[in-house]
């Protein structure tokens, strides 16, 4: 027969352990996107630079790339991070790109090495 208060006991640590668990994965750390400035640069030329803040752990989990798209949704350029910022946070990367003058707002998006794009997008305004 099964003792009620061992089993309340394995029941409870092992909802504690998988709720851990779970919130580890629910919390996963997305990139976050703090800062975002765009420069003219002339002749449609602009330099986008992006600040970013994520928990890096190293190679097998790092902030890597992120996306600059128009008002569709259209890829206008990427940044790609070639390493990872472990003791670099937040930390801004910059990227020049050309933008058709019909372009009004960008949208940034960043991803990680592990989970892809971040759920957290920012729209900024193309510059007068």
């Known amino acids: 027969m099964c003792n009620p208060t061992l089993l309340r006991r394995a029941i409870k640590t092992i909802t504690i352990v998988f709720s851990t668990w779970l919130c ?3 919390l996963a ?3 976050k996107i ?3 400035a765009i ?3 002339g002749n449609n030329q602009y330099r986008v630079s992006v600040t970013l803040l994520h928990e ?3 190679w097998e989990h790092y902030a890597n790339r ?3 798209l ?3 949704g259209e890829l206008l350029g990427s940044r790609t ?3 990872p910022h472990v003791n670099e946070q937040p930390f801004t990367r910059s990227l020049t790109l050309q933008i058709p003058s019909n372009v009004k707002t960008l949208t940034i998006v960043a991803g990680d090495s592990v989970h892809g794009d971040s759920a957290e997008t920012v729209t900024i305004a193309m510059p007068e």
């Open 34 to 36: 703090v800062d975002v």
């Open 24 to 26: 580890g994965i629910g």
């Open 66 to 68: 992120w996306d600059v």
């Open 56 to 58: 890096d752990t190293g």
């Open 81 to 83: 991070l070639a390493h």
């Open 39 to 41: 420069q003219p640069a």
């Open 70 to 72: 128009n008002e569709q």
């Open 29 to 31: 750390n997305d990139v």
